[in-house]
């Protein structure tokens, strides 16, 4: 079980990463600015944030170490990174 833990949560940090990249996903908009799109996009991730399912506890270290919380917190993070691109189309971005 230590061993697919431990799988597990190098694809949490690999998840995190690629969610805390510069841009999730790369978005444009015809009459938008880079500034005015990077600010939209900080905004809707700050939304989906506070939007995702929060009965997920954010920190895995401070909870059994099981395969369970791991896919909990994995489930969180694609439900973020869904509703940041439901937040940056709702604002009229295309993502390419």
Same mark, same amino acid.
């Given at each position: 079980?230590?061993?697919?833990? @431990?799988?597990?949560?190098?694809?949490?940090?690999?998840?995190?990463?690629? =969610? *805390?990249?510069?841009?999730?996903?790369?978005?444009?908009?015809?009459?938008?600015?880079?500034?005015?799109?990077?600010?939209?996009?900080?905004? #809707?991730?700050?939304?989906?944030? *506070?939007?995702?399912? =929060? *009965?997920?506890?954010?920190?895995?270290?401070?909870?059994?170490?099981?395969?369970?919380?791991? =896919?909990?917190?994995?489930?969180?993070?694609?439900?973020?990174?869904?509703? @940041?691109?439901? #937040?940056?189309?709702?604002?009229?971005?295309? =993502?390419?």
């Amino acid at each position: 079980m230590g061993k697919v833990f @431990i799988v597990s949560l190098l694809s949490l940090f690999v998840l995190t990463g690629c =969610n *805390s990249a510069p841009t999730v996903g790369n978005w444009s908009k015809a009459d938008a600015s880079a500034q005015t799109a990077d600010a939209d996009r900080v905004q #809707c991730e700050k939304e989906s944030r *506070s939007s995702a399912n =929060n *009965s997920y506890h954010p920190d895995p270290l401070n909870e059994t170490g099981s395969d369970e919380t791991v =896919n909990k917190i994995l489930v969180k993070e694609q439900q973020q990174i869904d509703l @940041i691109g439901e #937040c940056m189309r709702d604002k009229g971005y295309t =993502n390419f």
